[in-house]
């Protein structure tokens, strides 16, 4: 059987539905800046520029008033944001120097660390690798973290509409003007129903992409602008539950091998969040070589292990959900972040560091840098792309792009597998990256061919072990069954080609039902694992998709 190549398979992005040239409507709302999507990233920027304002004001500057909108798709802040998540409170504590660490709504500090090599019945400690430290850093619930960022927004005059996904950006030449939202209340063929809101179209003089991981504006726009970066954007998906247990997990513990094959790049995690609470996860680079790889399941047996078993037996599953990280790091910037009326933070940019897991902290201090480069081009009445080319300057001489070049090569060395990838990124430790030398160089994850496989079937237990539906009920995903469909899947997929969706969509949105693809939408939890390697996913009603609360 010939490997499956899955950009054969994947219909265009819908850049003409993305970007559109059509003028606001005369009932637009205007605002002055405007942030798509309420994680770190957009909340990080609102705070910083309304606090700018004020602070202007107060020192007799003589910066007007200025309308701050943040637009999110969920149906309430937090509830579509998944991390691990230790976080590094550096951009924090510079967003709020009247603060102390023990004032922000993290969980508890990191108090021990511990890696494992798993193999399937075994475990090996191994020393912790430079990159991968957490003393000093905190463990918390990106939920929990984003909430409060929004309560300090609107304390501030911050204007926050949840349940506003934005469906288009509104374009006049090469100049973004603002945008255009979902409508909601339409049925399954696109007809509106008794409940039909029409989309609203917002107006804004900068508007900041910050709609995290694989974000489909930002896709479309730098298609759209022609902007290029030296590798393309890679991706992996990670899958993630919360448990109640019954003994404190007293350390931060890694593990990487089993229950990931050696083709695949990965690892797990398993993270105190207080007394009673883990937050365990499975990462897998997209870019695996076999159709057969199921991260729900690779997690299910993640659990039994006899080094994670014992921990959660006797407990509780309280929350799963998945996303998707943004993996190619310094090589898969953008070679720029910033065009006329528009600048891009956090995730959609692809602000990660892969070896240590880190990118809430750099998507919250690239939020800042586009609020400080936002101020300074409403404080001039110019909001041309050269003007807000300072974005760009401000975060290519950050720590950001610092610390990115320094783990440039470090997950790309992985794409021959586990074990030639862990030696070469033993050395680009040991070197500070200045080994091999150059750029790896970086395909697509949907021009990776697949070869066919056949896992052996997994039966959850449903104690410890849990299938995908009941998976996706535990993320809270209530979406009415009734909405169109907003994955655009291509035509005539061969059955082994849904195969490979089936295995891959975490949340069971794929099922193959005889020789044929079928498509349950509503599952969907925003995780985008399928917009990268095979259906594209597209905006859907507010407030649809996973309702987390402790992811
Ligand atoms: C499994 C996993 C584990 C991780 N672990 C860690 C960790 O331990 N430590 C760490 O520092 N980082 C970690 N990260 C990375 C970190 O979570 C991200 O880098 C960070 O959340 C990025 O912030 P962001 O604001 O750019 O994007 P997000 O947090 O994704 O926020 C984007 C927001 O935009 C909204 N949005 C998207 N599209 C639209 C639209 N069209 N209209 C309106 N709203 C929209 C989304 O709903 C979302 O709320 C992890 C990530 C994952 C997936
Ligand atoms: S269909 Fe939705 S949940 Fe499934 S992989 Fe795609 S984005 Fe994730």
Known sequence: MAPILPRQFQPELPVDQLIL????????????????????AGLAGAIELAKLVKRDQASGGGMPDIDIGVLEKAGSL?????????????????????????????????????????????????????????????????????????????????????????ASLLVEGRAVKGVRTMPSGLDRDGNPTSAYQEPTDLTARVTVLTEGTRGTLGQA??????????????????????????????????????????????????????PDLVSLGLVVGLDYPETGLDPHVLLQRLKLHPLVRPLLEGGE????????????????????KSGEGLL?????????????????????????????????????????????????????????????????????????????????????????????GGQIVMHEDAERPRVETHPAPFTPDST???????????????????????LLAGRDIPPEVAEF???????GVYERVGDQLRINAPNCVDCKATDVLGPRWTPREGGSGPKYRLM
């Open 464 to 486: 410890l072990t849990f299938s995908k539906v009941d998976a996706v009920f535990k993320s809270g995903n209530a979406t009415r069954d009734t909405i169109p469909v907003h």
């Open 501 to 507: 969706y089936v295995h891959l969509c975490p949340a």
């Open 78 to 166: 937090g509830e579509h944001s998944l991390s691990g998540a230790v976080i590094n409170p550096r951009a924090l504590r510079e967003l709020f120097p009247e603060l102390k660490d023990a004032d922000f709504p993290f969980r508890q500090p990191v108090s021990g660390e511990a890696v494992y090599l798993l193999a399937e019945r075994g475990s090996l400690r191994l020393p912790t690798p430079p990159t991968m430290h957490n003393h000093g850093f905190y463990t918390a619930s990106l939920c929990e973290v984003v909430r409060w960022m929004g309560e300090q927004a609107e304390a501030l005059g911050v204007n926050i509409f949840p349940g506003f996904p934005v």
């Open 344 to 436: 891009m933070a956090g995730d959609t940019v692809g602000f990660v560091d892969v070896p240590s897991l880190k990118g809430v902290h750099y998507a919250m201090q690239s939020g800042i840098y586009a609020a400080r480069a936002a101020f300074e081009a409403l404080k001039t009445g110019d909001v041309s792309a050269a003007r807000l080319a300072a974005y760009d300057r401000m975060v290519d001489t950050s720590y950001i792009v610092s610390d990115l070049h320094r783990t440039r090569n470090m997950r790309l060395a992985f794409k021959h597998g586990f074990v030639a990838g862990g030696v070469k990124a033993g050395l680009m430790s040991l070197t500070g990256g200045r080994f091999p």
């Open 317 to 336: 599953l309280l929350e799963w959900g998945a996303k998707t990280i943004p993996e190619g790091g310094y090589y898969a910037l953008p070679e720029r």
């Open 21 to 40: 040239t059509n003028p606001p409507g005369a009932e637009a709302l205007e605002m002055d800046v405007l942030f798509v999507g309420a994680g770190p």
């Open 221 to 274: 726009w730098r298609a759209w602008q022609g902007v290029k970066s030296a590798n393309p954007q890679i991706f992996a998906l990670g899958v993630k539950e919360v448990w109640r247990v019954k003994r404190p997990l007293d350390r931060v513990i890694h593990t990487l091998g089993w229950p990931l094959p050696r083709s695949a790049f990965g690892g797990t995690w398993l993270y105190p969040l207080g």
